[in-house]
């Protein structure tokens, strides 16, 4: 494990030299400047996990850069540093983001104390956020049908690689919670994992939101965010939804697939990186290639390995195993008592067709353990879920259908109520059910669904 980085900013080259020496006797690797101004390029070029900031600087303040770091940046650890501090300085750099205010002349044990505690601090908030999405992973990927256990088990065989996947699955599927199982089984697990969502950020922002960006908010003051691809460096990055990333910046990507180095703002060289990449998409990516919306090029770099994940209604013999998870999940998080569900309760979900798959079913199973009083989760409760006099005209007629049957006309119902009570807004009912555009177009054709039904 590489040792952890630090960054002293002092404008007394004795007291720089003197904090590189007791940190790097403490094992950690350190880089010391002089001005905030040589520490935001320095920065820019390179990773850091913890900074020691001067706030008497000359031209540019400690205050005013730590201001621009955290903009770089927001959960960067900084501690302050000053000869001559106020009550006032310190309270306005805490609110700023500031871990601590040490005050000059600087101890051994105070310095050393300070930086353990800070960086324990932030690997303490990681570990805590891996643990929680570790637990929901395990959800995801919870039971024993054939499709589940296959995909379980070429999970174990990639995750250790360093190699790129392409993850394929609806919405609700899971898809995020298996790219964080792949970099938590790689080498790289102790580097960060940064995702991004191409989906859910506009055209015209997801190069910067990608690549980094820099502006002029006024003359002489420049304003710069790192980009994923370097807060991933050395991690993963994770390209969800990728399909609706824009040509423009697909074409970046592949270059730096090709290249393993971007153009960084507010540098006129290339940086390099060394990341593994994981994609995601909940679209046949052959099929947007045809339309134009794809790059081929960019679909064979990503598709290296590709993993298939199934919708629940393809694996609904794992959905008691994953009711009983939840339910035992959220009345711990809760602190309720555990639920249990009835057989026919239990019925009507196997029988239900899960258009927002794992994720769906979860929170039904929450909105339960929440509402219901009882012990026991029957079938009456499920107006929970539908309105009860919706499911008098679906659940009687069930006897004599095959499961096919039955989940078409589930589904049929569910998808045309939810359309009619959106007044047939499309995009906003396929938000509601967890699918996206073409999944909805899909599903009215096929289900044979129209306005005047």
């Known amino acids: 494990m590489s040792p952890e ?13 003197t904090l590189q020496a007791i940190l790097e006797d403490e094992g950690y690797e350190v880089a010391t ?3 905030a101004e040589e520490g935001l390029k320095l920065f820019r070029e390179q990773a850091f996990d913890l900074i020691l900031l001067d706030i008497w600087l ?7 850069a730590l201001r621009q770091f955290k903009e ?27 871990f601590d205010f040490l ?3 600087l101890t051994l044990e105070k310095v050393v104390l300070t930086v353990r505690n800070a960086l324990r601090q932030k690997k303490l908030e990681e570990e805590n956020l891996q643990l929680r999405e570790r637990q929901k992973s395990k959800f995801y990927l919870t039971g024993q049908s054939r499709a589940i256990k296959r995909l379980q088990e070429e999970i174990s065989r990639v995750g250790p690689s360093n190699g790129r996947v392409l993850i394929y699955g609806e919405n609700g599927t899971g898809k995020d919670y298996v790219a964080r199982l792949l970099h938590q089984l790689s080498p790289r697990r102790n580097k960060r994992f940064v995702e991004i969502n191409c ?22 003051i420049g304003r710069d965010r790192r980009g994923k691809v370097f807060q991933a460096n050395g991690g993963t990055l994770f390209l969800n939804e990728i399909s609706d990333m824009n040509p423009k910046t697909q074409a970046k990507l592949v270059r730096l697939l090709e290249e393993e180095k971007f153009d960084a703002p507010g540098l006129n060289y290339p940086l390099p990186v060394n990341i593994r990449i994981i994609a995601a998409t909940s679209r046949n990516l052959k099929e947007q290639i045809n339309r134009g919306l794809f790059r081929e090029d960019l679909f064979f770099k990503l598709n290296v390995i ?42 009507a979900f196997l029988h239900y067709m899960w258009p927002g798959n794992v994720s769906e079913l979860m929170n039904v199973v929450e909105r339960f353990v929440i509402l219901v009083p009882e012990e026991t989760i029957t079938a009456e409760h499920l107006s929970l879920l539908v309105e009860a006099r919706e499911l008098e005209n679906i659940t009687p007629s069930l006897e004599g259908l095959s499961l096919k049957e039955v989940r078409q006309r589930f589904e049929r119902h569910y998808i045309h109520r939810t359309l009619t009570r959106n007044k047939w807004d499309i995009k906003l009912t ?16 096929r289900l044979n669904i129209t306005f005047v039904d």
């Open 5 to 17: 980085r630090i960054l002293v900013i002092d404008d007394e080259p004795s007291i720089g030299a």
């Open 33 to 35: 400047v002089e001005t």
């Open 58 to 64: 000359p031209e540019m303040n400690g205050l005013e």
């Open 72 to 98: 770089i940046e927001d959960n960067l650890q900084v501690i302050m540093i000053s000869g001559h501090g106020t009550i006032e300085a310190a309270v306005r750099a805490t609110k700023m983001g500031a």
């Open 103 to 105: 005050e000059k002349p």
């Open 199 to 220: 989906s859910a950020i506009p055209d015209q922002l997801i190069e910067s939101e990608l690549f980094g960006y820099q502006s002029e908010p006024a003359p002489g």
């Open 306 to 347: 590709p993993l298939i994940i199934p919708p629940l209604r393809e694996r609904v013999e794992d959905i008691p195993i994953l009711v009983g998870q939840f339910l035992d999940y959220f009345a711990q998080e809760y602190g309720k008592k555990p639920k249990q569900m009835s057989p026919e309760a239990l019925e």
């Open 430 to 445: 396929a938000q509601q059910l967890g699918l996206n555009l073409d999944e909805l177009e899909a599903a009215i054709q």
